[in-house]
């Protein structure tokens, strides 16, 4: 099994407030643009459209199957959002996406990221396999799902969110999936 390095540059605007880190992204031919959640299937983006905008195919070009990936920078730069994943190295144990599959060889250097984004007071995990680094590297409780701890990356206090999965294997609808992330953005 071939150990993948990670595929995108951390997404990281000077004046980002949160940043969203998934696990990995999936195999390039799931993806509908080379930026993260780039699988169409994945809601990531219909949340964000449907808590932005009220409109879950705001950043859809539904017509081709894909994200309009230069308005999603621009909302992202905007509004202070940063991305990147927990790995920067993984292993897939299994030929897909699934995070149950996935195994990290390198975990990200989170508090080099932070440093990057100093006003950066929050991270989001959107799945389990993110939320399991995270508890493991800083050695902090798991939030439930839609909620918050606050941990320290050095001396730095985070707000640390745990939020639901966007994939469509986790079966919450979209509409269950956008209340939680509203909590985060409140």
């Not at 590297?137 to 798991?142: A, G, L, M």
């Not at 439930?144 to 701890?149: C, D, E, L, N, R």
């Amino acid at each position: 099994m071939n150990i993948e390095q990670h595929p995108f540059e951390p997404f990281l605007p000077k004046n980002a407030k949160i940043l969203f880190l998934g696990s990995f992204p999936p195999q390039p031919h799931r993806w509908s643009m080379p930026f993260y959640y780039p699988n169409w299937i994945n809601d990531f983006w219909r949340v964000i459209g449907l808590i932005y905008f009220n409109d879950k195919d705001h950043f859809c070009l539904n017509k081709e199957k894909r994200f309009n990936e230069a308005d999603i920078r621009a909302f992202c730069a905007q509004n202070d959002l940063a991305f990147y994943d927990t790995a920067t190295e993984i292993r897939r144990l299994k030929d897909n996406a699934s995070d149950a599959f996935l195994e990290v060889i390198t975990p990200t250097d989170i508090p080099a990221l932070l440093q990057q984004i100093p006003l950066c007071n929050t991270i989001v995990t959107t799945g389990q396999k993110a939320t399991e680094v995270i508890c493991s590297t800083f050695n902090c409780p798991i939030p439930p799902i839609g909620s918050h701890v606050e941990i320290k990356i050095g001396i730095r206090p985070i707000n640390f969110w745990r939020m639901p999965s966007t994939s469509r294997a986790y079966t919450l609808p979209l509409n269950k999936k956008a209340d939680a992330y509203r909590q985060l953005f409140k």
